[in-house]
């Protein structure tokens, strides 16, 4: 249990943000001369997209915790009627 629990919402987690990262840049940003200009190092590329990546993922949470909890209490309510 624990090392299912460690490894899927931990370490599958950061290595797939990794491999996600290094695969944008290798493929996308390397064969892109203005880009590859601009982001000639992949940790910078890196601070950038976690600089906007971060901010993203917590309003797409927020408006994800809003929304559900509004659909569920729906349901709820559908279902004692």
Known sequence: MDFRNGHSIYLAFVLSFVNFILIVYNLGISSIPVLNQALSNVWV???IFIFLYIPAAILIGYWHRKKQYSVENEA?????W
């Open 45 to 47: 590329f890196a601070a």
């Open 76 to 80: 709820w309510l559908q279902e004692n």
